[in-house]
């Protein structure tokens, strides 16, 4: 057992050290707090701002993707195509005398996890809270508990029910709640059936109140109604990318567990865009190699949580994964997740069951994060298929499609369609527009056999949407033939993969990874996160409040602002060991002390935080460690190698 | 005159350049677009950002801010207490018959300007769109101009009128539309008088509907809230700021003039927190020779536009500006406006007139920047005295105070008042509560007063807020006598110093001030944008695509990802020149020439975008060069000195 793991993780701990630093607050405290809603104070904030730059270099500047900053206010006529006004809702139940409302797959899974904990209490087995490694675990306070041994049949149905929750529409919900009798768990009072939520956030639009908005569910869409003007940007070369990082908003039925569940978040979201005949990537032999631990569909299927670890090259050589570009951002995923601090061990890709995924996503895979609420669902990685493009082009009749040379020009030889529009109107009238739609919009195989019936029967009989009864068009106001083109060009709409990152259950998974207690001293808290991204770089702790140390602080402050190293200055008159201390929570990696050798030979001493080591140099060795450990991803080991270790007496105490 | 004043400035120009090279267009765009609502493209992305990183090192790293990020999503109690959801409004206009909707102060405006126009031309006058530069000018479209004379003492009025457009309540510009017969300048229909339209966007938060919430117009109100959490995080030391950057909303009622009115923008907004007794600021002297251009009251009241230029510290020891903190922050605003491409000549500060100006503001000073718009208000630098945190404090019942241990302990020999509580229940019945608050919030003044009338009188009779005809409390049931106590702590709510920015509108400006055309060709237009900001630095430029030239990108390329210096490759078949040209017209300062003496030697040729000068050097060199340049504030003359200057024959043609 490593040192770090000597005291048993306390999520208690965790965020009271949180709390009290402000990495974060509720917010709107003073005024009663609004649950789902959180602020950044100074320390979170920069760990969240040097997380989004390094999530920039590491994907926008690497890949030189475009990035682009778009609305959060959305038009409804937007979401609506899109099919967030429609689908992107919960189901919730209400409580009618207190007027409480719960999220009804919350609500059954709580119930019923809970009624399997006092089973287990009954049969005498051992109940932790360790056991329940599930992904979807959350904080739960379900009162009835009582410690009920149930029938063997119904555990099991029991357990069946909570491996599907996340596949259950409402009224399977509203059946499973009257099946299993289940209530307010707080005041075992009756429930209403389920009814669905839209979890977007309606407004106004302008002043005469007519133009109804939502706020963005997504950074997405924004992405994807640009997709014709980025074409031309990128001077027309496929594939590209777009990047988008913004703010994004889910008015959550009863949002719970912190960072987690909340309505307004922080998203990174990509969208490559790829010709749908060719998904290789050009890059891939970069990352081929790389091992990544995986939950593929049939294993969950097979009820097992096993994970499957591999090569990312085998994966997709394997087809599990379905192609070389999403297989390339799984890889580029998880080389970002470990360089901003997550533990490798705690991190899986799960691929999601056929009832999860969208109907046209053609694969997804989530790169989830372990916690102590479970594995959480932190990155999503999707093969969105050509979907949003067309929605949109077919709703705005605009062209979202690319045109691309073919290496050698290729003839077809297609059916089209000849409309004698003349007697066209004259025939059907009110309906010439509806039918002429029908018929121009069918697919080379449908055109087939309209053709054959048109040549056997003299005419087409069809039903038409919009057009009541059957409408008879005879061969004398239509022709359907095959005709031989030459094609120059081939044009089609791109699939999108889309690499969309929650930032902030992100970062709070990296709280979780990086937090623990001195074995010495459990009290004493650390955050170990990665220089890189750590809110502070350097604590600059004079020993006394001495006159003679005073010109070395504005000597060391100026070398470190130059060498771009966030720094604080602890001059306060507490022990060291306490000023060292306070920064350990605040995952400041270095510490630099003046002494009174610092004014005899320019010295001074460097202190890593997780291990206490230190070391001597003079100051511009000092900060040119510190820099190449920070920026260079170089190890403390290695980067202080040429310094003389130096041994300390008592300041840790 | 200088060259890039040559080709007169044509605002449909840049515009055009700005769309062509997506640095914004319209949201939604391919739906029909939603005015006020804009996304930025890859450049306009890129150049936000950099915006946002020179602010970010300018103010929060340079002067140690404390940062935060906090909610857009406000709970209707916390603007209600602001004030916002009674006075953030403006007045508009319906057409019953068009349905359209005008806001009132501009339609009066527009009406006026565009009658006093049709006056001029009627007198023969040189009616010029130049001639108008004033701060209020906007894009305005009035159909009803006519040529017609006005009486001379009309004209007066008119422009009486709009010289306090800004001051008039919904009722006054209600009698103007009247008295001046203004309709509907489109069909000359008549108008609905003016109703109040809260510029706020309204959501419900939640499932139940009924917490009603906003999106913030500003980012000031999560730094109030956070005050207390902050003060703590500094170790109570005081003064301090707090800085945040991000998207803030209005819902204007009918948005025009492009990126300078729109209905969601990003804001970066600083509190600086500061004793009452003591707004001198430490590093005043920094700056107090920095000369700029004031616009004071005093001028604007004497129907003047005339500049006072004087140095900053002059404007504070005269009182023109209240105090050393709020100069300090002025003279910070005029230099990062300066460095991110503000043209200085093109920069006031203005300051609020007495009806612009909140109550509780003891001063406030405009930054102002001048475009094809006018004079337009891009940086708020306001003394907001302690309001913002008195009414958070007496809403919630939380301190939101700092106490300062004083360097000598004082007595005091204040007024206290000692009620009889006993007493007063039963005498005053429900009365109690109202009459007790009353009593124990007067000032000392009011209580000297108080205890003299008890005294002489036996008695108080008063009016008590709430309670209906006087109340009398007899000498029985209160005592007011002065009370000595030694204090040992001063407590006082700290004024509020805070510069407010809009970055979209300073971004604008920016473009305004930086775009010029090549007089040799009207229609090579450049962006000058300064290299610290550009969106790209360097265009690397292979002269052919042969491939002895390809080696050489990937060198160039990777020395310059090195240097942390965004570039872009045209490898194109266009001649040198139209690539130039189409980086001219992305900001992008430097281009790196690869030719065929690049194989020999290793030389590479640097071109500087405004003046087209060239140097050659090692590639080493040039790379130097451009990061000396580009992020140390050197000039292009002195960065290149040791380089050889580069003749060249006909590249730009």
Known sequence: MSSKAAVPFSRDSLEQVLKRRFFFAPAFEIYGGVSGLYDYGPPGCAFQANIVDTWR???????DMLEVDTTMLTPYEVLKTSGHVDKFSDWMCRDLKTGEIFRADHLVEEVLEARLKGDKAARGQKVEEEEEDDKKKRKRKVKEIKNVKLDDELVAEYES?????????????????????????ATGGPLEPPVEFNLMFETAIGPSGQLKGYLRPETAQGQFLNFAKLLEFNNEKMPFASASIGKSFRNEISPRAGLLRVREFLMAEIEHFVDPEDKSHPRFAEIKDLK???????????GSNE?????????????????????YFMARIYQFLLKIGVDPNRCRFRQHLSNE??????????????????????????????????????????????????????????????IDKKKFGPKFRKDAGPVTKFLTERTQCELEDLAKELADTGKIVTKVPGVEGEVEVPSELIKIERVERTEHVREFTPNVIEPSFGLGRIIYSVFEHSFWARPEDSSRSVLSLPPLVAPTKVLVVPLSSHSDLTPFVSKITNALRKAQLPFKVDDSSATIGKRYSRNDELGTPFGITIDFDTVKDNSVTLRERDSTKQVRGTLDDIVNAVKTITYDGVSWTKGTAHLTPFETQSEEK
Chains 1, 2 share one sequence.
């Open 57 to 63: 270099k590491h994907f926008i500047l690497e890949e």
């Open 161 to 185: 029910v909570l491996n599907q929750i996340d596949g259950y529409s409402g009224e399977d919900l509203g059946a499973l709640i009257k099946k299993y009798n289940i209530n307010n768990p």
């Open 307 to 327: 994970l499957v670890e591999k090569t990312i090259g085998e994966a997709v050589s394997s087809k599990m994964v379905d192609n070389e570009t999403l297989g």
């Open 357 to 418: 995924m969208a109907h046209y996503a053609s694969d997804c895979w989530d790169a989830e994060l372990e916690t102590s609420y479970g594995w959480v669902e932190c990155v999503g990685c999707a093969d969105r298929s050509a979907y949003d493009l067309s929605v949109h082009s077919a709703r705005t009749n605009e062209k979202l499609v690319v045109r691309k040379p073919l290496d050698e020009p290729r003839k077809v030889n297609d059916f089209e369609v000849d």
């Open 292 to 302: 990544l631990k995986f939950l593929p569909t049939a294993v969950q299927e097979a």
